[in-house]
């Protein structure tokens, strides 16, 4: 069953910022009866790294979620304007986040990270081929940087340690890919 059974009958717009916009939607549902829904659409394409050198070492970065009130470790991520080159973005978030460049890039995957509220759509790279430089952190990150073997992320994201879904998502998948 792959075409839409949901029917727009209107779109209200609540809110808006330079990063996403809150829509409510009145529709009729699969059962034809009226409904609302809300969508928050993004305006960032979500991009995450999975850096790992030649010794299968990995990155993570720690940093105090708002929205969670917690302290999350992740793999080093940001958002990619949409219309631009998403690897460009995910090398400058590389380079933000942790200091590293790398020589070679393979998409991973392809993630939809809350598709029942949400279009958010990210992708998640692997980095490998790394030089380390200078981070350059934007105003709003307070970041820890670790450095640990990839098969510790793992570890990390099996205990519950790492929630967030796109750095488990990544995390997995480069384990997959890798031989882990």
Known sequence: MEHNPWKTLKIKPIYNNPWIRLEEHDVLNPAGKE????????????????????????????????????????????????????????????????????????????IHTSNSVTDEEGFVYLAEDLTLLDTEFEETEVLQIKKLPLQEAVSMVMNGEITDAISIAGILKAARVLGL
């Open 35 to 110: 409904g609302i829904y809300g969508k928050v659409h993004f305006k960032n394409k979500a991009m995450g790294i999975i850096p790992v050198d030649k010794n299968g070492n990995t990155w993570l970065v720690g940093q105090y979620r708002y929205t969670l009130k917690e302290y999350s470790w992740e793999i080093p991520m940001g958002g990619g304007p949409i219309g631009l080159d998403l690897l460009e973005s995910a090398k400058r978030e590389l380079k933000e986040e942790t200091g590293l460049i790398a020589e070679k890039w393979t998409e991973l995957l392809r």
